[in-house]
């Protein structure tokens, strides 16, 4: 989906204008841009999170050369997916971490009973 169709999509689940529904999707993704930037973390439960990340100095190859450069420390931009989100693009890896997730500890209960 590229941004023409999130326009539409928008203008037609809400009733409104195509330049509205643009106006809107401005709104939101500058709003998240803005927040980045500063350094403060997005989050849309259940949709994920939108973070700055500082990624260390670093050597790299060039390859053309074949000689070794620096990489200079950079902040970039970084999403993490919700649950919510990555359960709806595989189900069968949410099942299954589910499935894995440990159960209630027994030790909690038993500690509660020896407080009576």
């Known amino acids: 989906m590229n941004r023409i169709e999130l326009v ?5 689940t809400h ?3 195509k330049a509205e529904g643009a106006r809107i999707l401005e709104t939101v993704t500058s ?6 930037k500063k350094g403060d973390p997005v989050q849309i439960v259940g ?4 973070k700055q990340v500082a990624r260390a100095a670093r050597s790299g190859f060039n390859p053309s050369l ?4 620096k990489i200079a420390a950079q902040k970039v931009p970084k999403f993490v997916p919700g649950a919510a989100f990555k359960a709806a693009v595989d189900p069968k890896a949410a099942k299954r971490k589910a499935d ?3 159960k209630a500890k027994p030790a909690a209960k ?5 407080k009576k």
């Open 8 to 12: 539409e999509k928008i203008a037609d």
């Open 15 to 17: 009733n409104v204008s």
């Open 31 to 36: 709003s998240i841009v803005a927040a980045v």
């Open 47 to 50: 949709f994920g999170t939108f």
């Open 66 to 69: 074949g000689t070794k450069i």
């Open 100 to 102: 894995a997730a440990p």
């Open 110 to 114: 038993k500690a509660a009973a020896k």
